[in-house]
C-alpha cells in the first residue's frame, strides 16, 4: 500500500500563494490517480482537485478552477498543488489521497494526514 505525506501549508496572506506537496513512498505510486480534497472547520471534506496517473488529465472544483493547479512528478512519487491568489474562503486543511478508478466510484487507496492552509484576509 502506498503511504501519502503532505507539506507546504501554512500562514499566507490573501492574494498570496502556496505550494502544497504529497510525497509517496510504498507501492508503485505512478498507478495511481491522485485527488487532492479540503475540509474547513465545521464542514464537510471536498474535493479540489485530481490528476490521472500520467499526468495528462486534471480536474478541478468550480471554486478553485484558474487559481489552482495539480502536477506530479512520478520520477518523484510526488503530487503538488499549486495555489494561487488565495482567498481566506480557502482555509482549510488539505488532504491529499491515492485512488483506484474513476473519481465517481470513491475508492481510496491512501489519505495523507493533512496540512493545513490558513489565508488571511
Known amino acids: 500500500q502506498v503511504q501519502l505525506v503532505e507539506s507546504g501549508g501554512g500562514l499566507v496572506q490573501a492574494g498570496g500563494s502556496l505550494r502544497l506537496s504529497c510525497a509517496a513512498s510504498g507501492r508503485t505510486f505512478g498507478g495511481y490517480a491522485m485527488d487532492w480534497f479540503r475540509q474547513a472547520p465545521g464542514k464537510e471534506r471536498e474535493f479540489v482537485a485530481a490528476i490521472d496517473w500520467s499526468g495528462g488529465s486534471t480536474d478541478y472544483a468550480d471554486s478553485v478552477k484558474g487559481r489552482f493547479t495539480i502536477s506530479r512528478d512520478n520520477a518523484k512519487r510526488t503530487v503538488y498543488l499549486q495555489m494561487n491568489n488565495l482567498k481566506p474562503e480557502d482555509t482549510a486543511v488539505y488532504y491529499c489521497?491515492?485512488?483506484?478508478?474513476?473519481?465517481?466510484?470513491?475508492?481510496?487507496?491512501?489519505w495523507g494526514q493533512g496540512t493545513q492552509v490558513t489565508v488571511s484576509s
Open positions: 489521497a491515492a485512488r483506484l478508478g474513476a473519481r465517481a466510484q470513491g475508492s481510496y487507496a491512501s
